[in-house]
Nanobody, 122 residues
Framework: QVRFVESGGGLVQSGGSLRLPCTAS????????MAWYRQAPGKRLELVAS???????NYTDSVKGRFTISRDNARNTVLLQMNSLKPEDAAVYFC????????????????WGPGTRVTVSS
């Protein structure tokens, strides 16, 4: 199954920007919806932004107007541009399809990359 590797995280001051690239191990052309997720300490995994093959994008309310998701099927990449970062944006960010990729065989488990950590100082 396709695997994703995230990068670009780091420490940034409140109000700063980060760009998170995600690279897929194979073509994402056939994946209808790609997404970025995040998980903050002690909190559940949250879908932050998604993009479809026909150009539709969706964002969770807390990041609307600040984050932009894009995909490049030719390069098998998905980008998350994050501007005006806030301390509450701090989390480990993951890239995956929506719904998430699952392993073959049984039991079929969701497959996640290592994620990339974003820390925002106030």
């Amino acid at each position: 199954q396709v695997r994703f590797v995230e990068s670009g995280g780091g420490l940034v001051q409140s109000g700063g920007s980060l760009r998170l690239p995600c690279t897929a191990s194979e073509s994402i052309f056939s994946i209808h919806t790609m997404a970025w997720y995040r998980q903050a300490p002690g909190k559940r995994l949250e879908l932050v932004a998604s993009t479809t093959n026909d150009g539709q994008t969706n964002y969770t309310d807390s990041v609307k107007g600040r984050f932009t998701i894009s995909r490049d099927n030719a390069r098998n990449t998905v980008l998350l541009q994050m501007n005006s970062l806030k301390p509450e944006d701090a989390a480990v960010y993951f890239c995956n399809s929506d719904p998430p990729t699952r392993s073959s065989g049984w039991p079929s488990l969701e497959v996640w990359g290592p994620g990339t950590r974003v820390t925002v100082s106030s």
